[in-house]
Nanobody, 117 residues
């Protein structure tokens, strides 16, 4: 199975920015739509951003205008630029195909994002 490793999280003040990265162990981004998901404590995992094979992007209403998903197929990496962060963005962030394909990938450990003053 393809391994996904997320990085770039941390503690940031409200209004701050972070850039998350997701590296895949194999070249899959040219063949599958990818998504960034997040799971806040006590809540279900939710999709926040998606990028299609062709590069079209979609965002959850809660992050629209603040987050940007991008992809570098040559580096097998997907990014999530997060600006104007809010306390409600606090969660563990994961990347995976969209929709998830358990036969192809496993969920990584995720990267913790904490927005707090």
């Amino acid at each position: 199975q393809v391994q996904l490793v997320e990085s770039g999280g941390g503690l940031v003040q409200p209004g701050g920015s972070l850039r998350l990265s997701c590296a895949a162990s194999e070249s899959i981004f040219s063949f599958y739509a990818m998504g960034w998901y997040r799971q806040a404590l006590g809540r279900q995992r939710e999709l926040v951003a998606r990028i299609s094979i062709g590069g079209n992007t979609n965002y959850a209403d809660s992050v629209k205008g603040r987050f940007t998903i991008s992809r570098d197929n040559t580096k097998n990496t997907v990014y999530l630029q997060m600006n104007s962060l809010r306390p409600e963005d606090t969660a563990v962030y994961y990347c995976n195909t969209n929709p998830p394909r358990p036969a192809l990938t496993t969920w990584g450990q995720g990267t913790q994002v904490t927005v707090s003053s």
